[in-house]
């Protein structure tokens, strides 16, 4: 078993009800104005996790790299790491900001993702896949896609490639794993492994473990039509039943008001199945963080 390094986190007492005893996890899914998506700065999204008494945040903006995308052409690395090693240096010793990024994968801009990323210090990258066949999974449009489609061949299309991204090596998370179920349920109904063909859900799981990438919990699908994390509590039990246990978390939030958003339910759930630990990343090394 390999020794990992601990981060420990002692919160300070005038930041969190006392009154409320809940697991506090680290949001390492935030996105800035700096994703055409989003809204408001770091240093909001900075304030507003100390308010909450979130100990560590991770400003993981959009690197795109489908001209197609609304967000193509708006990363700014330098801005970004100067950003964070500001905020770093003037929030020393009360919350800890690490700087990932989330790039979307589309194996024909596999080329441009690799020279994208080269010769960057991020502390991690989140991997996500976004697009069906040129579709947006995660927008309302992706319905009509479905349509067309049978069940199998829609997740199966969509698993393919996250396989692809997981054999690229260019990743540390996964981001919300099962994102095609956010509007495939509203054609397929309840999303389950039964639904995705060629074992492909375990392929997945078993190449994530067997290369050391994480399985983020995505609390978005919380208050998106899903209403459970991304991914479900089914697939999470599948992945630590195969020996999996490289675990982040985070909101995905798009707006201060999201920051730290449904962490608590998550904190729930890991409670529930017995998890301890979660992860977190400091220069694409990982760091365990301890919940129990």
């Known amino acids: 078993m390999p020794k990992w390094k601990y981060f420990s986190y002692n919160p300070l007492s005038h930041?969190?009800?006392?009154?409320?005893n809940e697991i506090i996890l680290p949001d390492l899914h935030i996105h800035t104005a700096m994703s055409a998506d989003a809204t408001d700065d770091a240093e909001e999204y900075v304030n507003r996790a100390i308010e909450l008494g979130i100990p560590v945040i991770g400003i993981s903006d959009h690197f795109d790299f489908n001209p197609i995308d609304r967000s193509f052409g708006c990363y700014d690395y330098e801005k970004a790491r100067n950003t964070v090693g500001e905020l770093r240096a003037k929030y020393n010793?009360?919350?800890?900001?690490?700087l990932g990024v989330e790039i979307t994968y589309e194996s024909p801009f596999h080329d441009d993702i690799v020279a994208g990323l080269d010769g960057k210090d991020f502390d991690y990258v989140i991997g996500s896949i976004h697009y069906v066949d040129g579709v947006m999974a995660s927008e309302r449009s992706s319905i009509s896609e479905y349509e067309k489609r049978d069940t199998a061949d829609a997740y199966g299309v969509y698993f393919r490639e996250m396989l692809r991204m997981l054999d690229s090596g260019?990743?540390?998370?996964?981001?919300?794993?099962?994102?095609c179920k956010r509007y495939g349920i509203e054609v397929y109904g309840p999303f389950s492994e039964d639904q995705v063909p060629d074992n492909l859900i375990e392929k997945c799981l078993r190449t994530m473990i067997d290369k050391n990438?994480?399985?983020?919990?995505n609390s978005s699908g919380?208050?998106?039509s899903p209403n459970e994390p991304y991914p479900g509590e089914a697939i999470i039990r599948s992945y630590l039943n195969m020996g999996g246990r490289r675990i982040t978390t985070g909101s995905d939030a798009h707006d201060i008001s999201r920051t730290g958003s449904g962490l608590s339910e998550i904190g729930s759930l890991l409670e529930r199945l017995g998890i301890e630990e979660v992860f977190i990343y400091k220069n694409?090394?990982?760091?365990?963080?301890?919940?129990?």
Not at 93 to 98: A, T
Not at 213 to 217: F, G, S, V, Y
């Open 15 to 20: 930041l969190i009800n006392s009154s409320v």
């Open 93 to 98: 010793g009360v919350i800890k900001i690490l």
């Open 170 to 179: 260019l990743v540390d998370i996964v981001g919300h794993f099962d994102l």
């Open 213 to 217: 990438i994480a399985l983020e919990i």
């Open 222 to 224: 919380y208050r998106q």
């Open 284 to 292: 694409r090394q990982p760091i365990l963080f301890n919940i129990g």
